[in-house]
């Protein structure tokens, strides 16, 4: 499911093939757990895990561009190298507003003509940085709705509550073996070296880093508002996509005593001992905060 980023590779047209046919399969999961964003007017989502040895997982909820960036862009010059400089620079956070002038890079500009038959002008893109691979979670809105950069800054606990969201419930989508993880390419997709962040990068840096110890995500119940940690949260996620409570410290990195404590916690915090009912406080409550809440 993979996509190899060097053409030249004997297997690169056999991965890219099966790439296409796994983007068709798991497409209507996808525009499932994506719903919410587009009932506030997004127009696409865009998944990519980017690995150190050249290879990447690209799925995308609007099929057609998804096809045509496969088939033309993913394992492009403009690809790798917007890639490697969002690594280089430690980037965390992408804006892309078509909307105004095209830029004067030939390869940038052409990607960003391309994104524009598809009714793709406005991408905003969150980086998560890890030790081999960089993931990205890209949400894009149409010509005319240029909001995206204002709901991700005023509201990014929601962009947060989707990745925890996301991970769950597409754990197994997302999932790529260590086979493809670790297989020769014939190169490295990442250098070793940081540049110094623009002013913007800076700032939505900040932001980022104030996003982990944000400790109030809201839980709605019959007795109000109970705010959860982080923690909770994927605790909540991992039985609402069907773990037992046994298995969730594999899945988060936890001890069993520490998931223990974390579920007695969210048993209190909603004043409620029904696992059935607390998990379905758990997805009404993910529905609200991503679309918006009265109070």
Known sequence: MVI???????????????????????????LSLCEPFFNLGFTAFEYT?????????????????????IENYA?????KNHINDIFKNGTKYYY?????NFPKEKEKAQFFSSRCKFDLWN??????????????????????????????LNYPHRLEQFIISFR?????????????????????LFTTYNMPLSGLEKELQK??????????FPLYTPNGIAYLSSREIWVLCCLSNGTQLKAVGGIISAT??????????????????????????YRNSMLESLCGHSN
């Open 4 to 30: 190899i980023l060097n053409p030249d590779h004997p297997k690169a047209e056999d991965y890219r093939m099966k790439a296409l046919e796994y983007n068709e399969n798991v497409s209507e999961s996808l």
């Open 49 to 69: 895990h980017f690995f150190k040895n050249a290879t990447c997982l690209y799925l995308s909820t609007h099929k057609e561009w998804g096809k045509y960036y």
């Open 75 to 79: 394992d492009g010059v403009f690809i």
């Open 96 to 100: 892309w507003n078509i909307n105004s």
């Open 123 to 152: 991408n905003y893109t969150k980086y998560i940085h890890h030790e081999t691979s960089i993931e990205s979670w890209s949400f894009s809105m149409s010509k005319d709705d240029n909001k995206l950069i204002n709901f991700f």
């Open 168 to 188: 769950s419930q597409a754990f197994k989508m997302i999932d790529v073996s260590i086979l493809d993880r670790t297989l020769d390419t014939g190169g490295n």
């Open 207 to 216: 932001l980022d880093e104030q996003i982990p110890k944000i400790d109030k």
């Open 256 to 281: 069993d005593n520490a998931v223990e404590r974390c579920w007695e916690s969210i048993k209190n915090k909603t004043q409620c001992t029904d696992k059935t009912k607390i998990i379905k406080m």
